[in-house]
C-alpha cells in the first residue's frame, strides 16, 4: 500500500462528528430521567474527542514517513505543520497530503540547472558501484549530443574490472569519443590526456566517469581530490558540474554517501537514478535539507534515452506513491 494510501486509511476513515447532531442530543438524559452514572464520558466537547483521537494516528504518520525514507527533521517539520491543524478538530487526509507535499516541495526547492559552460565544460560523474554511474554518464552524453553538443566521454573509473569497456561500449552506442585507459592506470593521468584531446578537437563538453570504492574511503577522497586539481590547477579549466549518482532505491545510505563524497569534493548536484524500481526517493529530501545539493537529472529506465531533468513534483509524487 503507497504512502498516501496509508495517509488516507489514517485520517480518511471517518467523518468528524459535529457540534449539535443527533448523536449528542441523545446521550443528554431529560429531567424526568435519573442521572445516569455514564453520562459525564459524554460531557467532552467533539474537538476534544478528535483531538485526543489524532494523536495514535500522528504517531503512526511519523513512523510512515521515517519508513518512506524521509529524515527525522524533516519529518518532524511535517509532523509540526499537521499539528497546527489539530487546533481546529482532526485534521483531514486531504489536510494532511498538502501539508506534506508543502514540506518536501520546499525543502526540494534548489536551484536544479545543469550547467555546461565553458570551453569547453568539464562534468565530473562519481558515484558508488552499482548505482548505475556509468550508464548516467552515457544517457547524459545521449541527452547532451541531442542537444548539439559536442561530447567527450573520459574514463577515469580505472579500478573497477571492466568500467572501461562497459563506457566504451555506451559510447559506441551513443556516438560520441571516449578517451580510454587501461586498468589500474592513475585516474588523474586519463583525466589529463582526456581535456587534451578535448581541447584540441574543439569538444564542447567532457563527461568524466570516476571511481566510487567506498570500502577504501581514504583512497577514494584522495583519488577524487587529485583529478580535481589536475582539472582545476594543471589543466587550468573549472569543474562546471561534479555530479554523484544516488540509486533512489538505497535508503537512509543515500545520505551517507552523499556526506561521504561531500567531504572529498565540492558536489554540485545529484543524477538520481533506478526511480522506476520500486523506489522511495525519500532519502534525497534529507540530502537536499543537510548538505543542500539538489537533483539535477533524473534516470528512470534502461535505454539511453531515459534521462530528464529534475522536477520536484515528480519527486514528491514519487515519495507519495511508493510502498
Known sequence: MSVLSRIKQLFGAEDPVQDGSSVEAQAVPSQSQEPDVTATVQTTTPQERRSRSTAPDLDALEELLIDAGIDVDTTMGILQEVGKSRLLGRPTAEQIITRIRAKLSSVLDLDSTLHVDGSPAVLLVTGVNGAGKT????????????????????????????????????????????????????????????????????????????????????????????????????????????????????????????????????????????????????????????????????????????????????????ILLSD
Open 135 to 318: 550508464s548516467s554518464v552515457a544517457k547524459l552524453a545521449n541527452m547532451l549530443k541531442h542537444q548539439n553538443y559536442k561530447v567527450l566521454l573520459v574514463a577515469a573509473d580505472t579500478f573497477r574490472a571492466g568500467a572501461v569497456d562497459q563506457l566504451a561500449i555506451l559510447a559506441n552506442r551513443v556516438g560520441v569519443p571516449v578517451m580510454r585507459s587501461v586498468e589500474g592506470q592513475d585516474p588523474s593521468s586519463v583525466v589529463f590526456n582526456g581535456l587534451q584531446k578535448a581541447v584540441a578537437d574543439r569538444m564542447d563538453v567532457v563527461i568524466i566517469d570516476t571511481a566510487g570504492r567506498l570500502e577504501n574511503k581514504k583512497n577514494l577522497i584522495s583519488e577524487l581530490q587529485k583529478v580535481t586539481r589536475v582539472i582545476e590547477d594543471k589543466f587550468g579549466l573549472p569543474l562546471s558540474e561534479t555530479l554523484l549518482v544516488i540509486d533512489a532505491t538505497t535508503g537512509e545510505n543515500a545520505l551517507m554517501q552523499a556526506r561521504t563524497f561531500s567531504e572529498a569534493i565540492h558536489i554540485s548536484g545529484i543524477i538520481l537514478t533506478k526511480v522506476d524500481s520500486g523506489a522511495k526517493g525519500g532519502s534525497i529530501v534529507g540530502i537536499a535539507r543537510e548538505l543542500k545539493i539538489p537533483v539535477k537529472l533524473v534516470c528512470n529506465g534502461e535505454t539511453l534515452l531515459s534521462i530528464k531533468p529534475f522536477d520536484k513534483d515528480d519527486i514528491v509524487n514519487m
